[in-house]
T-cell receptor
Framework: GDSVTQMEGPVTLSEEAFLTINCTYT??????LFWYVQYPGEGLQLLLK?????DKGSNKGFEATYRKETTSFHLEKGSVQVSDSAVYFC??????????FGKGTRLHILP | EPEVTQTPSHQVTQMGQEVILRCVPI?????FYWYRQILGQKVEFLVS????????KSEIFDDQFSVERPDGSNFTLKIRSTKLEDSAMYFC?????????????FGDGTRLSIL
């Protein structure tokens, strides 16, 4: 079945460092891909999305490119801030109604 | 920006008791979902609901679970006889379309603690 694999956390970086959180997927057909973020004590917020191959989703300085050839959707940010500390979930939406989430990657940014 | 709202934020219930978790989806959305997240684990799909009926459900969503849209605005998840392993964060979500290409908007969740 469809699945999402993302890098284990926690990831700890200093402020202004470059961030990459790896995500790969397995799916039949052409899924949509998402990154959701969960700030401490809050729910899941959609961060960005891409609906077809080579699309780049971007929001709040974060980017991810839908790579069909490598079945990947890695999340990147050029310069992280303390306020980016959160749990990040890679997810896919396939031909049915549900979204399938990865296990989440906890990100700590140190001032 | 419109948002999905869930109540209560935290529910503590004795094992074996019934619990109802409530959600108000975004008003022009047509598809509604429940997910759960056991502490430290991934977010798991429970059920999707469209046109007043369940469109898909997971293995987790057994006979102890039910969903309802009792009026034009609320969407509820009922657990008939709670077990310890039902302790989790429950998220409601809604979307304008289905098939995975419409982003689902999530509420802040209800933390359910079964004693």
């Amino acid at each position: 079945g469809d699945s999402v694999t993302q890098m284990e956390g926690p990831v700890t970086l200093s402020e202004e460092a470059f961030l990459t959180i790896n995500c790969t997927y397995t799916a039949t057909g052409y899924p949509s891909l998402f990154w959701y973020v969960q700030y401490p004590g809050e729910g899941l917020q959609l961060l960005l999305k891409a609906t077809k191959a080579d699309d780049k989703g971007s929001n709040k300085g974060f980017e991810a490119t839908y790579r069909k050839e490598t079945t990947s959707f890695h999340l990147e940010k050029g310069s992280v801030q303390v306020s980016d500390s959160a749990v990040y979930f890679c997810a896919l939406g396939g031909r049915d109604d549900k979204i399938i989430f990865g296990k989440g990657t906890r990100l700590h940014i140190l001032p | 920006e419109p948002e999905v709202t869930q109540t209560p934020s935290h529910q503590v219930t004795q094992m074996g008791q019934e619990v109802i978790l409530r959600c108000v989806p975004i008003s022009n959305h047509l598809y509604f979902y429940w997910y759960r997240q056991i502490l430290g684990q991934k977010v798991e799909f429970l059920v999707s609901f469209y046109n007043n009926e369940i469109s898909e459900k997971s293995e987790i969503f057994d006979d102890q679970f039910s969903v309802e849209r009792p009026d034009g605005s609320n969407f509820t998840l009922k657990i008939r006889s709670t077990k310890l392993e039902d302790s989790a964060m429950y998220f409601c979500a809604s979307s304008r379309g289905s098939r995975g290409n419409q982003p689902q908007h999530f509420g802040d969740g209800t933390r359910l603690s079964i004693l």
